[in-house]
């Protein structure tokens, strides 16, 4: 192909985890991009570095369990599909249990170093606040939760949807060596490996229930920041939810949430089961910080101190980063989106990530990956046909794009009801008397990623995938 023949570039809004993605897919593709991002000519409430997909909230991808988990078994999909967020994952990868977790700092400077080298890739910096011009006929918008408020607004004069808009939190990070592991030990839950993992990666810090009972007290009288004027009736998403928001729900909600105590053992007191657990979680290579995990909170920051202090094991945590919240704004997706991500009111611009209405990292990631390919299919005269709705790719998809009630529609993580229903010969088993043994559990989620997995492999080895 002469340098005449090349096709345009296409237009990426956004280097996080769906724009870096999407970036990677189309230039890998053989189609140029110009991948648009704000930092550091212009910051965010949360983004504390400039480099592409940046980690703001947790460094885990959650279950890296391909065979039983729905998380799992789209990172197995997303890897199947070159993805380049998959791979600097599996590079930065820290024990983490059954789950897969980053080093946050490894992570964003393989995935900045990664785009920066490919030679169809050019970043440029700077905000784009406003309409993307008419002359730009191909773009992925991807500006994730913390889309600016210019570019935000002109979005909502465009669609005609007022938007839609929830907080996520940020859970602290403390300093392992202030961490007293006279009290605390090493354990996952059931002693569970993962990808990293040893079966000792979370440190656990065990209350008894007078400790507990303390601990909710304080929580709920803690001082908490104000929110804005605009944010005052922001709902959150229940899978990021505030530890004082769930402490509000009842006094033995955190017991039965992040601080449940079932699958560990508390070696310094083998004889007495924990009343509740706090699990803090590996936050970069080094082992040098841990996470609380669950302890997103809008505490005031001395107040956090006071109150995770009271944590066995914590008394005198140092904090490497204290908890916050941040506004996530997101679209009307059902209503707004065709079946490839295209704004129908005007097509020639693409929603990815956490913009179009799913939750996650990966989820962000897989819907980069998969308008990437879309944009990138369009620009060499084809189309890209959507991927099976029985995929994990091709079940979020689908529910972001119609398969959601628009007037309900919420935030999604990736799970098995998004998935079509199993059959009866996939669900069940013919017993000798001719009566059917519907399988259940563990057996029943095996079913959905064999098939996810059969489904996505004839998908990608069809004629129209290579061409794309």
């Given at each position: 192909m002469s340098i005449t023949d090349a096709p345009k570039a296409v237009h990426i809004?956004?280097?996080?985890?769906?724009?870096?993605?999407a970036a990677w897919q189309c230039a890998n593709a053989g189609v140029p991009v110009i991948l648009h991002e704000m930092r550091p000519v212009k910051g965010t409430p949360a983004h504390k570095t400039d480099g592409c997909a940046e980690l703001v909230c947790s460094n885990s991808f959650r279950s890296d369990d391909a065979e039983h988990n729905a998380v799992g078994l789209l990172h197995a999909e997303m890897r199947a599909m070159n993805s380049l967020i998959m791979r600097e994952g599996d590079k930065a990868a820290v024990p983490a249990g059954?789950?897969?977790?980053?080093?946050?700092?490894?992570?964003?400077?393989?995935?900045?170093?990664?785009?920066?080298?490919?030679?169809?890739?050019?970043?440029?910096?700077?905000?784009?606040?406003?309409?993307?011009?008419?002359d730009w006929d191909s773009v992925?918008?991807?500006?994730?939760?913390?889309?600016?408020?210019?570019l935000a607004k002109a979005l909502r004069t465009l669609?005609?949807?007022?938007?839609?808009?929830?907080?996520?939190?940020?859970?602290?990070?403390?300093?392992?060596?202030?961490?007293?592991?006279s009290k605390a030990w090493y354990q996952s839950r059931y002693d569970k490996e993962g990808p990293a993992g040893t079966g000792k990666d979370y440190i656990n810090c065990p209350m008894t229930e007078e400790q507990y009972n303390a601990f909710v007290t304080e929580l709920m009288n803690a001082q908490y920041g104000d929110f804005k004027e605009w944010e005052k009736d922001t709902p959150y998403f229940e899978g990021c939810m505030p530890v004082e928001v769930m402490a509000a729900r009842g006094p033995e909600t955190l017991?039965?949430?992040?601080?449940?105590?079932?699958?560990?053992?508390?070696?310094?007191?083998?004889?007495?089961?924990?009343?509740?657990?706090?699990?803090?979680?590996?936050?970069?290579?080094?082992?040098?910080?841990?996470?609380?995990?669950?302890?997103?909170?809008?505490?005031?920051?001395?107040?956090?101190?006071?109150?995770?202090?009271?944590?066995?094991?914590?008394?005198?945590?140092?904090?490497?980063?204290?908890g916050g919240l941040h506004r996530n704004t997101f679209l009307n997706s059902?209503?707004?989106?065709?079946?490839?991500?295209?704004?129908?009111?005007?097509?020639?611009?693409?929603?990815?990530?956490?913009?179009?209405?799913?939750?996650?990292?990966?989820?962000?990631?897989?819907?980069?990956?998969?308008?990437?390919?879309?944009?990138?299919?369009?620009?060499?005269?084809?189309?890209?046909?959507?991927?099976?709705?029985?995929?994990?790719?091709?079940?979020?998809?689908?529910?972001?794009?119609?398969?959601?009630?628009?007037?309900?529609?919420?935030?999604?993580?990736?799970?098995?009801?998004?998935?079509?229903?199993?059959?009866?010969?996939?669900?069940?088993?013919?017993?000798?008397?001719?009566?059917?043994?519907?399988?259940?559990?563990?057996?029943?989620?095996?079913?959905?990623?064999?098939?996810a997995l059969r489904d996505l492999n004839h998908w990608l080895e069809a004629p129209d995938r290579k061409a794309a």
């Open positions: 809004i956004g280097a996080g985890l769906a724009g870096s993605e059954g789950a897969l977790a980053v080093d946050r700092d490894i992570f964003s400077g393989g995935v900045t170093a990664a785009l920066e080298a490919h030679p169809l890739i050019t970043i440029e910096r700077g905000e784009i606040n406003s309409q993307p011009p008419e992925i918008i991807a500006t994730g939760p913390l889309t600016s408020d210019p669609t005609g949807e007022d938007a839609l808009a929830f907080f996520d939190a940020i859970a602290p990070i403390v300093h392992t060596e202030s961490i007293d592991m017991r039965f949430g992040p601080m449940k105590p079932v699958g560990l053992t508390n070696p310094h007191a083998p004889e007495t089961k924990p009343y509740a657990v706090v699990q803090l979680r590996q936050d970069n290579a080094l082992a040098t910080l841990y996470n609380i995990v669950g302890f997103q909170t809008k505490m005031k920051y001395g107040e956090q101190t006071r109150v995770f202090r009271m944590i066995p094991g914590l008394e005198n945590a140092e904090f490497a980063r204290l059902p209503k707004l989106l065709d079946g490839h991500l295209r704004l129908k009111a005007r097509p020639a611009l693409r929603f990815a990530g956490q913009i179009t209405g799913c939750e996650g990292y990966v989820e962000s990631a897989s819907i980069g990956l998969i308008a990437g390919r879309m944009a990138a299919a369009e620009r060499l005269g084809g189309t890209l046909s959507t991927p099976p709705a029985t995929t994990a790719l091709g079940a979020l998809l689908n529910h972001i794009t119609g398969g959601a009630e628009s007037t309900t529609f919420q935030p999604m993580n990736i799970n098995f009801g998004l998935f079509p229903p199993l059959s009866e010969d996939e669900a069940s088993t013919k017993q000798p008397n001719g009566k059917r043994k519907w399988l259940k559990g563990l057996d029943r989620k095996k079913v959905y990623t064999r098939r």
